[in-house]
């Protein structure tokens, strides 16, 4: 029957995890109704700390590698349970200042050896004279799976991902099954990935959007039960997401034109 209320809906539930308060954890206060999540998922302390926090790489202090170089210090202050982020953590709070990042590390990336997709959407695709693109384009030689750097995401003020980062996580992940075919890859099988690698939990829905958006784009092949990517299309081996993005939108607006100036005859 239309409108009928279902009893789960109207029982409350009570989160079991931690958040900090002043840089000690204490049980999450959260309560919601029905099949919503707890409205501090995003302040929820994870089971261990991060992978920067758990190579001694940590928030306020200045860390080096064992080559001499500067690592980059967690910025997961939020949700990592890191002691450093708590001894941060309780010296904000006897200050009554706002919690913010400490970074004194003096890390900065390095400059990344891969030319990242040009602004001009005709870049890849064309010539001065209105050929194909560039032969220095055309003749280089690729690998069956290139992993380019992807952009440098922000940290955020929660420690959650940056708008795009999932996606760009779970493209590394990607490159990375491809050539081990560990098992199916399915949005599960990426959240565990992510929060190995990254220390952060993703959601399942979230990372299976992004494989339907990859699908829709052609970039991957994707199968269901489970849901799963299988492999990577031609024109995602030959040029990659990025491109493929790029093209996707060139595609989009010259055809968006075409039905203007049809609709003006």
């Not at 080559?67 to 997961?76: D, E, R």
């Not at 030689?141 to 940056?162: E, I, S």
């Not at 952060?200 to 699908?215: C, H, L, P, T, Y």
């Not at 970039?219 to 990025?242: Q, V």
């Amino acid at each position: 029957m239309a409108g009928k209320v279902k009893l789960s809906d109207l029982k409350l539930k009570t989160c079991d995890r931690f958040i900090k308060v002043n840089g000690e954890p204490v049980k999450c206060p959260g309560q919601w109704l029905g099949d919503k999540r707890c409205p501090k998922w995003d302040e929820h302390l994870t089971k261990y700390p991060s992978g920067h926090c758990a190579n001694g790489s940590h928030e306020g202090i200045k860390n080096l590698s064992p080559s001499g170089k500067i690592m980059k210090p967690c910025h997961l202050f939020v949700t990592c349970p890191c002691k450093c982020h708590a001894d941060l953590d309780k010296l904000f709070a006897m200050t009554d200042r706002e919690r913010i990042y400490v970074d004194v590390s003096g890390y900065s990336p390095e400059p990344s050896p891969f030319v990242g997709p040009s602004e001009d959407p005709d870049y890849y695709f064309s010539n001065h004279n209105g050929g194909d693109a560039p032969s220095t384009h055309e003749d280089a030689p690729r690998t069956a799976a290139p992993v380019p750097d992807g952009p440098l995401y922000q940290p955020t003020p929660t420690g959650r991902a940056a708008r795009g980062e999932l996606e760009s996580w779970v493209h590394d992940a990607f490159m990375v099954w491809l050539v081990e075919q560990d098992g199916d890859f399915t949005p599960a099988h990426v959240a565990r990935e992510i929060a190995r690698k990254e220390a952060v939990e993703s959601s399942v829905g979230a990372i299976d959007a992004v494989f339907k958006r990859w699908q829709k784009l052609g970039f991957a092949t994707m199968a269901k039960k489970p849901t799963r990517l299988t492999g990577i299309s031609d024109e995602g081996r030959t040029l990659g997401l990025d491109k493929m993005k790029v093209k996707a939108k060139r595609d989009h607006r010259l055809a968006m034109q075409a039905a203007r100036r049809g609709a003006l005859r």
